[in-house]
């Protein structure tokens, strides 16, 4: 740290991103990465032209992504915002919607890039407790008194709650914004898109970073009433008009063509998760039901540390977190039916061997 950095700064915790090791090829369970390629449409949407064009700055107001946005999403361009990835997003919600003093709620076990934007900007966070079995009870959330942010399916744990009961708190918090947080929600879960007509206060944040197999190009977008978005483009003209690149532009619109081809990844991912649940209960896991493209699952014999430290030795990484309430568990993103296979037939090993 330097003697420059301002003071408001110097205690920050930064956010810990999984890790991306190069010592070895791994099989990356780490870090909720599609297992599948971007779609042919989309490699072929980047060619030379785009490439020559990028002498030139993006289209800050994103346009033909906005528009095919909208339609996929049956709402109008002026409910979307795009992002430079869906953190950005969750950046600037923290920034401008959490009031004065800034307040706002989040579960304990989640994403926790929460805590540190409440950090960031000096908001004060309160976590409530996940029940025992690590869901969300939706009347814990209604009738409060700030911002709301909520991950559904939730992150780390994979469960989600049905619309109705997302209705429940968005409904009885007219006087804050409710963020829910969908990154996960093509993996099964009930979208809160459709309620957006409803309820001004609702923002949902999605990304193309799980289920559309774009971690990389980082595009992430927010369906909400034209005045949160309107919002959220006043800091964006604020800080960077040009925050997505044309490659990624180019990207995003040709991955909302590809749809059947997305969907039938997700599919595919939600047979392996199926598989894998069903294979790792059957080893003496406590398995998390989950919606979203991991699997959250402790063993009662293998401490949740060992078992990250003896798969990554064996070549398959997973992620731990040593919050004391989850360290006995790992979370393991769900890849392709044979990686899947793969991981189930390790641990299995790893039991039956002398750790
Ligand atoms: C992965 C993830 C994000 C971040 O997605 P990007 O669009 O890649 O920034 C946000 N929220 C949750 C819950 C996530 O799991």
């Known amino acids: 740290m330097s003697k420059f950095l301002n003071d408001r700064y110097q205690s920050l915790c930064v956010y810990t991103p999984g890790e991306q090791p190069r010592d070895q090829v791994y099989v990356k369970l780490n870090t909720n990465e599609s297992p599948f390629p971007a779609a042919p449409q989309v490699v072929a949407a980047i060619g030379e032209k785009e490439l020559q064009d990028l002498r030139l700055y993006s289209d800050p107001t994103c346009k033909p992504l906005l528009e095919k946005l909208a339609q996929t999403y049956h709402v109008t361009p002026e409910n979307v915002y795009v992002s430079n990835g869906s953190d950005d997003i969750l950046n600037f919600a923290f920034m401008a919607f959490s009031g004065t003093p800034g ?42 008194d700030s911002m709301i942010v909520l991950a559904n399916p939730n992150a780390q744990v994979g469960r989600a709650l049905p619309r109705r009961q997302m209705e429940e708190i ?36 999605q990304t193309f970073s799980k289920s559309r197999s774009l971690a990389g190009a980082r595009l992430g977008f927010a369906i909400g009433d034209q005045a949160l978005i309107a919002d959220l483009n006043r800091l964006k003209y604020s800080t960077n008009p040009y925050n997505i690149n044309r490659l990624t532009m180019a990207a995003g619109v040709a991955a909302l063509d590809a749809a059947a081809y997305y969907e039938a990844n997700c599919r595919k991912i939600m047979a392996a998760r199926d598989y894998a ?36 030795r064996r070549g398959i990484l997973v992620r731990h977190f040593e919050e004391p309430r989850i360290r006995n568990f790992n979370r393991i993103t769900i890849g392709t039916m044979e990686q899947m296979q793969l991981l189930v037939g390790t641990i299995s090993d790893i039991l039956g061997g002398s750790l």
């Open 170 to 205: 968005i409904a009885t918090n007219p006087d804050h914004v409710v963020l829910v947080d969908e990154a996960y929600v093509d993996f099964g879960a009930e979208s809160c898109v459709p309620l957006i007509q409803k309820y001004p206060n609702l923002l949902v944040v």
């Open 277 to 312: 649940a069903q294979a790792l209960e059957g080893l003496g896991f406590t398995v998390i039901p989950s919606q979203a493209n991991f699997l959250f699952a402790a063993h009662p014999q293998v401490s949740g540390m060992d078992l990250y430290t003896e798969l990554k």
């Open 103 to 144: 307040r706002v709620i989040f579960p304990d076990i989640t994403y926790g890039f929460y805590q540190v934007y409440a950090d960031l900007y000096q908001i004060e966070a309160k976590k409530i407790p996940l029940s025992e079995d690590f869901s969300v009870d939706y009347r814990d959330y209604c009738h409060q």
